[in-house]
């Protein structure tokens, strides 16, 4: 696993943890509202996971989780083999991931070596690739993923980050059939940053995205969440 960047104390990242987060350069997806996107795009020196480890070793007892974070960790070959040196230092495992692996997801839950999962949903179906910049998107992937971590993930978020060139005619039916079952949803507020891979995209207002969320909760999602408003 090519690890490019580390953001080495985050609040943010893992719900109620204090966490320090890596990220992967290799991606398959070219999400033009992603704050990723010079990592991902641009070439990176690789930090040495030796070096990295050594520094876990000295944040024992002061930070509780490590965020394997990208960039697209799964399509890293060696990703279970960092994870599970990771994890042997104590620390829980938050992934995040697109879902388009969904081979390896379920490895790395079946072998419980992942504590929580982070799943981008892009958009609704006819909508995915646009959304996730490329020009097609394996959907059963996708929601093989999506299946995998509601039966299988120890605790889990979904979250979709509402862009207004790209989520203003989004399908809420067909968004809704993506997740159904699921437990917690995020909506995020999309923030236009020097990272993002297009610049001058725009957010979806706060009235509009509380739209999407009481559809959601009224077709039976436990809990769907603002995230930024």
Known sequence: MAIVGIDKLSLLDYEDKVSVVLFSKTCNFRCPFCHNGDSV???QDELNFDEILAYLKTRIGLIDAVVFSGGEPTLEQDLEVKIKAVKSLGFLIKLD?????PELLEKLLDDGVVDYVAMDIKNSPSLYAQTAGVNNVNLSSIQKSIDIIIN???DYEFR???VKEFHREMDYDAFYSLIKG????YLQKFVDREGCIIKGLHEVDEQEANK???YLLSKGLISVSLRGY
Not at 97 to 101: A, F, K, L
Request: hydrophobic share 35%.
């Open 41 to 43: 795009l641009n070439a």
């Open 97 to 101: 991931t697109n879902g388009s692996n």
């Open 212 to 214: 999407l969320r009481e």
């Open 160 to 162: 979709t980050t509402l």
């Open 182 to 185: 699921a437990k917690k949803l």
């Open 152 to 154: 299988k993930a120890k």
